[in-house]
């Protein structure tokens, strides 16, 4: 018999529909009942293609014995985090602050009243290598909730007060943040695999967007060689699908040769605007080819009917991960014949020995990533792999996943000028719009013809982000003034007079926690993208409003940043566009000239702002369509050949 689940549209939820744990959503009918009988609550939270998540599921949640320990001692509530990031983030800020870590599944025992006492993140089904099992846990906080409950709740306000009071961070605003960043950049780049630390290694494309802006306006070879030697790395690397495109989460080693083999939509975003960048920096082809089979798998894997990105593909297959990505040399052999196999075998090294337990992930870690050759084969062997083993995919689509795509197949379109990812790009806002957003307000997901909550800040500034990336490709008036719209919106809904956004609106729910994100993990934060949105907005429209926002936000990152700049990379960015700021060019038409007369080659890093008719500050020279050009409070006499001056 199902659950309280199979009323949920969350597919990791729906996956938990049918385990013997009497599950909940987050509702109040969790908590009342949990203060009714006097029972704490498990907090389960997780996502559809988490690994970790799969394996407790299989260990505890499916066991009968497990199921009755809870159903008798806890009220279980299970949580999608990519549907609420608000709790996910108020709890996994309280799983570090108990722990010292964190990461999914984020294990969660609280009070009716949301107070926890209690957190961790994945726990065996019995104890093992030094780990409490999770039987043995259930029962020993049982046992405390009955007989030791002032103790068990002991550090319950003590955690809740220190992620009240843990913003506040040193200032160093006479330093120079972003070259703080590089030289932190520097200390942990691998100079041998490319990348940063050790292992795991995550992309973290917006680093990557980072260093290439700060070599663009400083000329920093050192820079430079650190983003190329990293997409090099994880494009040669196993992390990225040779098969079918598309990257995968993250390496599990340092030479990017065995990644973790789930697929998410943000990453590949990320990933194509960074290969996008590489490629306007270096003009060396690869990159642009990496961003546009990056862009193939999403457009034929990952898009919906409808016109929006789904969010991930799993890394299991028949339980075992990884095993639909991995080949051995007679499965190549048989597909495309002896010699052509032997030969792609060889380029793409896959041997009997096997690079990982036994089998191979194809890779290009010992040949030369330019050669073509092999391309031919690549539709023959996905649509075998296609045929062997099947993936699970997240069909949930989310507007701040969603909104960072459409930011990419802009970009890819700017630097390939390929109709095909503009089109991609506008039917993906135009879903947005029909499914995910309504009187002013944006959503977080759609799934199985139903909407969830109402959108977080990351939502918001996602989508600006986007509708600004497609008014620099169309030049489309509707979008520029959407973006502006959306940031008052978050201004009004979002912001603290004491600088910053708050993850959730004065509207939404109320937790134990009002967090303000300002990290950048796998995503730039919502904070971080509200930086850049402001700065670009401030530059566009020239209004004292947006200065001032752009300012204040600036001034509010830059004093959280002080510690550690280069985890916020998005905001260094924006802060790079301050400091030294990009080519404006203000474009005016002729009431006889249309939009499709403007020439495709504007520069590419260049803020473009249309004017479709002249005002006094900005008249037209010779009748005739003009260009205004500007960098910083310098501007160029206006001309009616725009390569003139450029």
């Known amino acids: 018999m199902s659950n309280r689940l199979s009323n949920e549209t969350s597919p990791y939820l729906l996956e938990h529909k049918d385990n013997p744990v009497d599950w909940y959503p987050w509702c109040n009918e969790a908590f009342e009942r949990a203060k009714k009988e006097d029972k704490p609550i498990f907090l389960s939270i997780g996502y559809s293609a988490c690994h970790w998540c799969h394996v407790l599921a299989h260990e505890s949640f499916e066991d009968e014995e497990i199921a009755k320990i809870l159903n008798e001692y806890f009220i279980s509530i299970k949580v999608d985090k990519e549907e609420r990031p608000d709790i996910d983030s108020v709890y996994m800020a309280v799983c570090q602050a108990f722990t010292g870590s964190g990461g999914w599944p984020t294990s969660i025992f609280m009070t009716a009243e949301q107070k926890p ?12 290598g030094g780990r409490i099992g999770f039987r043995e846990l259930l029962i020993a906080i049982h046992e405390k909730w009955v007989t030791e409950r002032e103790v068990l709740l002991s550090d319950s306000d003590k955690v809740i007060n220190y992620l009240n009071n843990s913003d506040a961070v040193s200032n160093i605003s006479d330093s120079d943040l972003t070259d703080l960043a590089v030289s932190q950049y520097k200390r942990i780049y691998d100079e041998k695999h490319g990348g940063f630390g050790r292992a795991p290694k995550f992309p973290a494309p917006h680093n990557l967007l980072f260093l290439l802006d700060y070599y663009k306006r400083y000329k920093s070879v050192s820079c430079l060689h650190i983003a190329e030697h ?27 040769l065995v990644p973790h083999f789930e697929k998410m939509l943000y990453d590949n975003a990320l990933l194509i605007l ?34 929006g990105f789904y969010s991930s593909q799993d890394a299991d297959s028949e339980g075992e991960e990884g095993k639909y990505y991995l080949f051995t040399p007679s499965e190549i052999t048989k597909v495309l014949g002896k010699d052509s196999g032997e030969r792609f075998n060889g380029h793409f090294d896959i041997t009997e020995a096997g690079n990982f337990e036994g089998r191979n992930i194809p890779n290009l870690l010992k040949s030369d990533p330019n050669d073509k050759t092999f391309e031919p084969f690549f539709s023959m062997l996905y649509d075998y792999r296609k045929k062997r083993h099947s993936l699970h995919r997240d069909e949930k689509i989310l507007t701040s996943w969603n909104s960072l795509m459409i930011a990419a197949m802009c970009e890819l379109y700017l630097v390939s000028r390929k109709e095909i990812y503009l089109s991609a790009a506008k039917r993906a806002d135009g879903f947005i719009r029909n499914y995910l957003y309504e009187n002013n307000t944006l959503y977080v997901s759609f799934h199985m013809e139903k909407r969830g909550v109402r959108g977080f800040l990351d939502d918001y500034a996602a989508y600006i982000y986007a509708q600004m990336a497609l008014y620099r490709v169309t030049l489309d008036r509707e979008y520029f003034d959407f973006a502006k719209k959306l940031c008052d919106k978050v201004i009004t809904d979002f912001g603290d007079t004491a600088g910053g956004f708050y993850l959730y609106s004065k509207d939404h729910e109320k937790l134990i926690l009002r967090p303000k994100e300002i990290y950048d993990g796998a995503i730039p934060s919502g904070n971080s993208l509200m930086a850049y949105n402001l700065v670009r907005l401030s530059f566009l429209t020239d209004e004292d409003k947006y200065k001032a926002e752009a300012q204040r936000q600036l001034d509010f990152l830059g004093t959280s940043a002080a510690q550690y700049p280069s985890n916020h990379a998005m905001f260094l960015t924006a802060l790079l566009d301050c400091n030294k700021p990009p080519m404006k060019i203000t474009v005016v038409m002729s009431d006889n000239e249309e939009k499709s007369t403007l020439p495709l080659d504007l520069p590419h890093d260049a803020i473009v702002f249309l004017l479709q008719n002249s005002t006094e500050e900005y008249p037209l020279k010779n009748n005739r369509i003009t260009y205004y050009v500007c960098r910083g409070n310098s501007c160029l006499p206006p001309t009616n050949d725009l390569n003139e001056l450029i």
């Open 117 to 128: 006492f209690f957190a961790g993140t994945y726990f065996p089904k019995t104890s093992r």
């Open 274 to 307: 960074a290969y996008c960048k590489a490629y306007t920096v270096t003009k060396k082809d690869i990159y642009l080819d990496v961003a546009e089979k990056t862009a193939a798998y999403i457009l034929r894997d990952m898009t919906s009917a409808k016109g």
């Open 230 to 256: 990293t997409l090099l790395s994880m494009y040669r690397g196993g992390m990225f699908d040779h098969i079918g495109f598309g990257f995968c989460r993250y390496s599990t080693d340092r030479k990017f």
